[in-house]
């Protein structure tokens, strides 16, 4: 009888049905990969990067690598407040992410150019979870795709703006 009244405490009942929640999962678990993989990508160039700007774009990955960190726990923890396990693995995101891990350790402009994709890629695939979210009616979600877009999209503009 506990076990009974347990699992239907756990019952999830926030008023968006479970093949959506699980639909949204699917797409924010894209999206975990994504931001899990720029860090990664991030990280190794604030580690490596080196020339004439190093001081800057040390600095600035720096930042970027640390929103970074603070992002994919948010969309980690809002997978799991739908109900689902979030990926957490190198091998799950490597088969989730549309981003890939470099080889070798690119030229400092190089870097730059890579994390603009990155950060557009991000962007992009924030985008394509947004109507799952939104024809589910799940505010929450909505607005974290919402702020993840702006970031990136404000971040790949800034850091195009120092190839030009």
Not at 3 to 28: C, T, V
Not at 34 to 51: A, C, I, Q, R, S
Not at 124 to 150: S, V
Request: glycine letters at 4%; one cysteine or more; a negative charge.
């Amino acid at each position: 009888m506990a076990k009974q009244n347990a699992q239907k405490s756990a019952k999830i009942d926030i008023g968006i049905p479970p093949e959506q929640r699980s639909a949204i999962a699917r797409s924010l678990s894209h999206l975990l990969a994504d931001e899990y993989t720029l860090y990664l990508k991030t990280h190794n160039f604030h580690w490596n990067v080196t020339g004439p700007m190093f001081n800057t774009l040390h600095l600035m990955f720096e930042q970027h690598y640390n929103e970074a960190a603070l992002a994919v726990d948010l969309v980690a923890e809002r997978i799991r407040a739908l109900g689902h396990p979030a990926p957490g693995t190198y091998q799950q995101y490597a088969e989730l992410s549309s981003i890939r891990e470099e080889r070798g350790v690119p030229a400092a402009m190089e870097m730059v150019r890579l994390l603009v994709k990155g950060h557009e890629a991000c962007a992009k695939t924030a985008r394509t979870a947004f109507p799952t979210a939104e024809d589910a009616g799940d505010e929450p979600t909505c607005d974290l795709l919402t702020q993840r877009m702006q970031l990136h999209e404000k971040t790949a503009w800034m850091l195009r703006s120092l190839l030009a």
